[in-house]
């Protein structure tokens, strides 16, 4: 039967993730452990590496010295050069004065290990890591660059002049783009807090407009409640029912900003429901109780999914209802709502300015922030005094949009 296959058992399938959720714990505490410690593999290596057989000379060179066998100096000069690579993000500074040392003493006995390669990545870590005396440390390295180039001459070397020059121009390349790591590494934090400043500054504006919208309207329907309710002593039974609406709108408000407090704490687990176009009859009949005579139209149907145009709808309903209540309170307001396949319009015009008495003044950001929210979805808005002496707050919220 050998056109028949093994299938793969459920054992070997369940074993492909755990073998990942392994792989994920392995690096993530080799990611908690200290640099020193993720650093030392590669300079052990590259010593190891050395002491092949097989890869003697094969080292970064200078002088062009014929090489000569290994001594115990040479595994001393090996340790210099590969030992201190595991500090050098750590101490970069420590770090590169070893490995030239030691570079400088395999290029005078010409051992030409290939452990002298670290020279480069010293170079590089130390321009990529190096905080403070940059400038002393590439004058000091460039100023002992001669006396090696002296000795080696004294020793023999058939390296040319040139050849001392292109050297010295590689290990400089080396340094830069450490040094361009160093500043593209830069430029990325400060990207990164620019980054953080805008949201952190996005965010407090948010909350901003979501304690205007919840506070204002709240307490700017018991502040007309209130007023209200000061001429009604001669009418007990409407008396009392203006302080009940006061009462239940101040538990309104305290419900909302609890609500609003535990979306901002990051522990609590909430439903998350915000306010929608579907609540506006309740926002209408809130705003009747306070006094103000509201009427609510609405056509087509509601889309499933309107995205945060709801949301925004809503707010527009509401910020113009506060407004209503403050600047023409008594005056008949009408509410305009036209639900649409792509976006959904809504129109809350005033008669006139109606009774000043109970108005407790506004700021003006209720509707500058209804405009930000408005255009953030690529909508249009608008708010003008119409001729009669009324108001008109008109807006186009394009539907889709994500929350």
């Not at 993530?28 to 052990?44: M, N």
């Not at 014929?66 to 201190?84: G, H, K, S, W, Y």
């Not at 953030?376 to 008109?392: I, W």
Request: proline content about 5%; some cysteine.
């Amino acid at each position: 039967m050998t056109g028949l296959r093994r299938a793969p058992s459920a054992t070997g399938l369940g074993r492909a993730p755990e073998r990942q959720d392994r792989y994920r714990r392995a690096a993530e505490l080799w990611q908690r452990c200290d640099v020193t410690v993720r650093d030392l593999p590669f300079g052990l290596l590259l010593a190891v590496a050395s002491l092949l057989p097989a890869l003697h000379g094969k080292g970064t060179q200078v002088g062009d010295l014929p090489a000569r066998p290994f001594d115990e100096l040479a595994f001393l000069v090996i340790a210099l050069e590969t030992l201190p690579l595991a500090v050098r993000r750590r101490w970069p500074a420590v770090s590169l004065v070893l490995v030239s040392l030691g570079f400088a003493l395999d290029q005078i006995r010409a051992y030409h290990v290939l452990a002298s390669n670290a020279m480069p990545i010293a170079l590089i870590s130390a321009g990529a890591h190096l905080e403070r005396g940059r400038r002393a440390t590439v004058l000091l390295l460039s100023a002992a660059y001669l006396p090696l180039a002296v000795a080696l001459e004294r020793l023999g070397a058939t390296e040319r002049p040139e050849g001392y020059v292109v050297f010295y121009l590689a290990l400089a390349l080396a340094w830069g783009i450490g040094a361009w790591l160093r500043s593209t590494r830069a430029a990325e934090a400060e990207r990164r807090r620019h980054v953080a400043e805008a949201t952190r500054a996005a965010e407090r504006t948010r909350i901003a407009r979501e304690l205007h919208d919840v506070v204002t309207h709240h307490v700017t329907a018991m502040v007309v409640q209130a007023e209200a309710a000061r001429y009604l002593t001669a009418a007990p039974d409407r008396l009392d029912a203006a302080l009940s609406a006061v009462t239940d709108t101040g538990r309104r408000a305290i419900t909302d900003l609890r609500h609003m407090l535990d979306l901002l704490n990051p522990g609590h687990d909430s439903d998350g429901r915000t306010p929608s176009a579907g609540d506006l009859h309740a926002l209408v009949e809130r705003t009747r109780r306070a006094g103000q005579p509201v009427e609510l139209a609405e056509e087509g149907d509601r889309a499933e999914s309107a995205g945060s145009a709801e949301f925004v709808t809503y707010r527009v309903v509401q910020e113009s209802l506060t407004n209503a209540l403050k600047h023409a309170h008594g005056s008949r307001t009408v509410v305009h709502v036209r639900y649409g396949p792509k976006e959904i319009s809504v129109a809350v015009s005033t008669d006139g300015p109606g009774s000043r008495a109970a108005s407790p003044g506004g700021s003006g950001r209720g509707l500058a922030g209804l405009r930000e929210r408005v255009e953030a979805l690529g909508g249009e808005f608008s708010a003008d005094r119409q001729a009669g002496g009324g108001f008109l707050v008109k807006a186009r919220v394009p539907a889709g949009s994500p929350a």
